[in-house]
C-alpha cells in the first residue's frame, strides 16, 4: 500500500514538472514574441507584427492556465526568471534575427512544445488526471494549427 502511494507521488512530481516545464516554455516563448514583435522589419512587417502580438497574448494565456492548474493540484508553478529560463526547452531571441529566421525559430518552438506536450498529455492519462490531459491537448491543438500557418508562411 505504502508502495503504492509512493507511486503515486512520484507520477504526481513527474507530471508537476512537466507542467512547470510548460508554464517555463510559455514564459520564455511569452517574451520572445514580444521582441519578435518590437523588432520585426522589412517587407512583411504589418503582416508579422500583428501575428507575433496574437501569438504572444495566446502564450500568456497558456501561462496563467497552466499555472492556475498547477496551483489547483497544489504544485507551484514557476515564477522567477532565473527558474524559468532554467526550465524551459526554449531558448530565448537572439536579438539579430531576420523577418524568416524569427518565423523558423517559432515552428522549432512551436515543433518542440507540441513534442513535450504530447508526453505531458500521455502522463496525466497515466495518472488519471483528465483535465490536465485535456489541458494539454487543447493548447496542442491551437500550436499546430499556428504551427501549420507559420511552415505556410516560410513556404512563400
Same mark, same amino acid.
Given at each position: 500500500?505504502?508502495?503504492?502511494?509512493?507511486?503515486?507521488?512520484?507520477?504526481?512530481?513527474?507530471?508537476?514538472?512537466?507542467?512547470?516545464?510548460?508554464?517555463?516554455?510559455?514564459?520564455?516563448?511569452?517574451?520572445?514574441?514580444?521582441?519578435?514583435?518590437?523588432?520585426?522589419?522589412? &517587407?512583411?512587417?504589418?503582416? /508579422?507584427?500583428?501575428?507575433? +502580438?496574437? !501569438?504572444?497574448? @495566446?502564450? #500568456?494565456?497558456?501561462?496563467?492556465?497552466?499555472?492556475?492548474?498547477?496551483?489547483?493540484?497544489?504544485?507551484?508553478?514557476?515564477?522567477?526568471? &532565473?527558474?524559468?529560463?532554467? /526550465?524551459?526547452?526554449?531558448? +530565448?531571441? !537572439?536579438?539579430? @534575427?531576420? #523577418?524568416?529566421?524569427?518565423?523558423?525559430?517559432?515552428?522549432?518552438?512551436?515543433?518542440?512544445?507540441?513534442?513535450?506536450?504530447?508526453?505531458?498529455?500521455?502522463?496525466?492519462?497515466?495518472?488519471?488526471?483528465?483535465?490536465?490531459?485535456?489541458?494539454?491537448?487543447?493548447?496542442?491543438?491551437?500550436?499546430?494549427?499556428?504551427?501549420?500557418?507559420?511552415?505556410?508562411?516560410?513556404?512563400?
Amino acid at each position: 500500500m505504502a508502495n503504492t502511494r509512493a507511486k503515486a507521488r512520484d507520477k504526481g512530481t513527474q507530471l508537476s514538472n512537466t507542467m512547470n516545464k510548460q508554464v517555463a516554455n510559455f514564459s520564455v516563448l511569452y517574451m520572445k514574441l514580444h521582441h519578435y514583435h518590437w523588432y520585426v522589419k522589412g &517587407e512583411n512587417f504589418f503582416t /508579422l507584427h500583428v501575428k507575433f +502580438e496574437e !501569438l504572444y497574448n @495566446e502564450a #500568456a494565456l497558456h501561462v496563467d492556465t497552466i499555472a492556475e492548474r498547477m496551483l489547483a493540484l497544489g504544485a507551484a508553478p514557476a515564477s522567477t526568471l &532565473e527558474e524559468t529560463l532554467k /526550465l524551459s526547452s526554449l531558448e +530565448e531571441a !537572439l536579438g539579430d @534575427e531576420s #523577418a524568416n529566421d524569427m518565423v523558423q525559430t517559432l515552428v522549432d518552438d512551436v515543433n518542440t512544445i507540441c513534442r513535450e506536450l504530447s508526453e505531458g498529455i500521455t502522463m496525466a492519462e497515466e495518472h488519471e488526471d483528465e483535465p490536465t490531459a485535456d489541458l494539454f491537448t487543447e493548447i496542442r491543438a491551437s500550436l499546430e494549427k499556428h504551427g501549420w500557418m507559420l511552415r505556410a508562411y516560410l513556404a512563400s
